[in-house]
């Protein structure tokens, strides 16, 4: 079984992802760091490279382009990725939403307990905010551009769940609950 994990800005999908995989025992891929990577290695911001990605799809194409080979040849594993579940159709597809002051409110507080991110350094709550809406319209834009994809369109998936008042380990039993129904399903 294969579990695809998109969602919101600060939705948890991290989190949410390192304690599903825990508890199924099996591997996790992270998305979202080879694209920081890919930043990194150019010594530019998460956003500067999504909009880099607004014109020029390679941003966006090598890691979907890995996503969809992870998921031809191997299996029983958790990815966390946007579009992880567009690229992995067989998976069971999860998306996580929030509300994007929670949201905000959550990646601020990881920035300012010395948190690894690469948001940059907002220097408010409302800066954070800001940042978050920036990037959902430059995710949107991107994947309507290359793929007419709409992330959020909740019938891509097969399980929806708002985070905003849940806690991870809440998130992960009610994903846990519905992928047993759905394999119950399956058989």
Do not use: C
Not at 53 to 78: I, M, S
Not at 91 to 118: E, H, N, Q, Y
Not at 120 to 149: F, Q, T
């Amino acid at each position: 079984m294969i579990i695809t994990i998109s969602g919101l800005p600060g939705s948890g999908k991290s989190t949410v992802a390192k304690l599903l995989a825990k508890r199924l025992k099996m591997k996790r891929y992270y998305m979202g760091l080879m694209r920081r990577r890919m930043a990194e290695e150019r010594g530019i911001s998460l956003q500067e490279l999504n909009k880099i990605g607004e014109t020029q799809e390679w941003t966006d194409k090598t890691v979907d382009e890995y996503q969809r080979e992870l998921g031809k040849k191997e299996d029983n594993f958790v990815i966390e990725g946007r579009t992880s579940f567009h690229f992995i159709p067989s998976s069971v597809k999860v998306l996580l939403i929030v509300d994007v002051k929670t949201g905000a409110k959550r990646i601020f507080g990881d920035i300012r307990s010395g948190g690894r991110r690469t948001e940059g350094e907002p220097g408010s709550l409302g800066e954070m905010e800001k940042s978050i809406r920036k990037r959902m319209a430059s995710d949107e834009k991107r994947y309507k551009k290359y793929y007419n994809l709409d992330i959020m369109d909740k019938s891509h998936y097969d399980i929806v769940i708002d985070t905003t008042d849940l806690t991870p380990g809440q998130v992960v039993e009610r994903i846990l609950a519905s992928v047993k129904k759905i394999a119950g399903k399956k058989k």
